[in-house]
């Protein structure tokens, strides 16, 4: 992994909104699609969304049209290839079974963009509101990021809370101060995306080599999100560690 001296310094600011930088990417990708539906809109709608898929309904989304369901085992309600644009923010690193969403996403969407808290932001302390000692947000069953044209998915074990991460600390305080692009993992697909979800004494073992897995999710979820930035020209100030 990536090291810098040990460091202090604690988290300058917290960037739980949507980036209006990166907001405008993402508009751009949605931009003359007709349906476009945003899978858990929470408090933040996606201002493009033609239609709302949620868990529980929503007073802001009143006069909207809004789907209800289980997104851990129903289907999404649209046929196949039948949506032009899928939003699906913040979402998939909540549920217990994201796979399933994923396969849904697949079956009915042409395109879309997917968005979840970064390896980064979940391994660092104080990120969750109240800024609580543990590792990243306290309900969040996974660990998300982009690995080429994959989204790999990572259980999130308890035992991250008593994992040394050494001088990596400060790694992760830093490059998170420099401000919303490193707090959150970005994905963008046409046609159709793959997954890859680790497990434990398949692809690794909690015990013996759980934290190595994580520092490799952390060192390319850096990567990627620079690649992301410098595809969509989002500022020099948003992607550098200086």
């Known amino acids: 992994m990536m090291t810098l001296p040990t460091n202090s310094k604690q988290l300058e600011r917290h960037h739980w909104q949507p980036d209006p930088v990166n907001q405008r990417v993402v508009e751009n990708l949605a931009l ?67 796979m399933w969403l994923c396969t849904e996403i697949n079956r009915v969407a042409k395109a879309g963009y997917i968005e979840t808290p970064s390896p980064i932001a979940e391994c660092c302390r104080h990120i969750d509101g109240g800024s609580p000692d543990f590792r990243g947000y306290i309900h969040h069953r996974y660990l998300v990021w982009t690995d080429g044209d994959a989204l790999s998915f990572l259980p999130k074990y308890p035992v991250i809370e008593y994992l040394d991460f ?25 046609d159709q995306f793959t997954t890859r979800l680790y497990q434990h004494d398949r692809d690794f073992k909690v015990q013996v080599n759980y934290d190595a897995l994580i520092a490799e999710a952390i060192e390319t979820s850096y990567l990627e999100n620079l690649t992301w930035a410098n595809q969509y020209n989002i500022p020099m100030a948003n992607m550098s560690n200086q």
Not at 41 to 68: M, N, S, Y
Not at 82 to 94: G, K, M, Q
């Open 32 to 98: 003359d699609k007709k349906v476009i539906v945003e899978i858990g809109p929470g408090h933040c709608p996606f201002a493009f969304a033609t239609e709302f898929i949620d868990w529980q309904p929503r007073p802001h989304l009143e006069g909207k049209p809004v789907h209800h369901l289980d997104l851990n085992s129903e289907p999404l309600p649209y046929a196949d290839q039948s949506v032009d644009f899928i939003y699906c923010r913040h979402v998939l690193e909540d549920m217990y079974n994201p």
């Open 166 to 190: 050494g001088e990596d600390e400060a790694f992760l305080v830093k490059t998170l101060n420099t401000g919303p692009l490193h707090w959150n993992t970005y994905f963008a697909w046409t």
